[in-house]
């Protein structure tokens, strides 16, 4: 024996692990200290983020199709839970999103968690009074809650009353390109792929499809202002989900010419590299790993005051803040951008050096260890 203590045991429990947030965690616990934590992932959702060498996942087995409903579905799932925190003896459970915060919840108050963390990745847009009352109802059981905002941060203490000594900011994290990406033969190969002019200004943006909170009707809104002052301009949205006929339907009411819907693209990076400005027009949010990669990129953006993205643009600096859902004040930022290539470049220097100076994926991992470690040494 080396007198070297064990790794202390995460678990990480979630619905789902596909998406900007399964991604991001996935990617900073591949940078955590083996030799102090050893963390584990269990999610009930199909395994659809980006596997990650030496991240542990494992699926959680969900309720068959004949028990696929409230509240039978949950009871099952709340075994699931269970059986694994009983199996792994976790010093930390880590819960992301609504129900697996309850399962674990509940698990803490069975005495069968010792230690319960929560995340909020966004405003809680998509929870209504039934949630946030039970949120209240069960919020004794939480140790601490982590906020990737100051924005998200004021939105879970006034909805959920929860004090502000459970409260702590973790602002998202984002990893450099490697170098071996080129961005100029991205940039050439994916116009050429898409039809877009090599010269042409190229307006893009990074979205789920399924979500309205995402703000994709805004910004298609906005594309005839801006098509009225800069007239050779092209504009993107790369994502996917279940509204994606609603959105070809209003972009094909006379934009189909100019905008293009691709769907899910594997190669993000490819399509960040092709733009020349990235917008986003979401009506809430969190902390955005879009804005993130697109300022890495070099990008200058464009994207609504709300949530946290003032805590990320540099009004003037690396970028501009307009108001959620007013168009004209939008595509006048994104026009006057399309009309000077000078300080577009500049504007997207300054966002890279932003990024990577203060929202860096090996500062966001340290944080989270050293969260854990204070944690667990307040016993």
């Known amino acids: 024996m080396n007198g070297e203590a064990a790794p202390r045991r995460l678990l990480y429990l979630l619905g789902d692990l596909g998406g900007g947030t399964g991604n991001h965690l996935l990617s900073m616990l591949r940078r955590f200290d083996a030799a102090r934590w050893d963390a584990s992932v269990f999610t009930w959702a199909p395994y659809t983020a980006r596997p990650v060498d030496g991240v542990a996942v494992r699926r959680l087995r969900r309720a068959p199709k004949p028990l696929d409903h409230f509240p039978v579905a949950q009871a099952f799932h709340l075994a699931a839970a269970r059986r694994a925190a009983r199996e792994l003896r976790p010093s930390v459970v880590h819960a992301y999103f609504f129900w697996a915060i309850i399962y674990a919840r509940l698990l803490k ?43 998200v941060r004021a939105v879970v203490r006034r909805r959920e009353l929860l004090p502000e000594s459970k409260l702590l900011v973790i602002r998202n ?17 994916l116009r050429a792929e898409l039809g877009v002019p090599p010269d042409a200004p190229l307006v893009g943006m990074v979205a789920n499809y399924r979500r309205a909170v995402e703000g994709i009707d805004d910004f298609l809104a906005a594309v005839p202002l ?6 050779e301009a092209w504009f993107v949205v790369a994502g996917g989900g279940d509204r994606e006929g609603r959105l070809r339907a209003l972009r094909d009411a006379g934009l189909e010419a100019r905008v293009l819907l691709p769907g899910y693209r594997p190669d993000i990076h490819r ?15 969190g902390l955005s790993l879009t804005l993130l990669e697109s300022m890495v990129h070099g990008l200058p953006v464009v994207a609504t005051a709300v949530g946290g993205n003032p ?63 204070g944690l667990l040494a307040a016993d």
């Open 173 to 189: 994290g984002v990893e450099d390109l490697a170098p071996s990406f080129d961005r100029g033969a991205a940039r050439a190969a």
């Open 271 to 285: 399509v960040y590299a092709a733009m020349d400005v990235s917008v986003l027009t979401s009506r809430s949010e």
């Open 311 to 373: 805590e990320v643009v540099v009004e003037g600096a690396t970028g501009h803040l307009t108001p959620p859902g007013e168009a004209a004040a939008f595509a006048s930022r994104v026009a006057s951008l399309l009309r000077d290539p000078e300080r577009r470049a500049a504007l997207g220097r300054s966002a890279r050096e932003e990024a990577l100076r203060r929202f860096s994926l090996g500062a966001a991992a340290r944080a989270y260890q050293d969260f854990y470690a």
């Open 109 to 151: 108050k069975a005495g069968l968690i010792e230690r319960l963390v929560e995340n909020r990745e966004d405003e809680g847009f998509n929870w209504g009074p039934k949630e946030y009352r039970l949120l209240r109802w069960t919020r004794g059981a939480v140790d601490r809650v982590v906020c990737v905002s100051e924005g």
């Open 226 to 231: 801006i098509l009225r002052d800069v007239p």
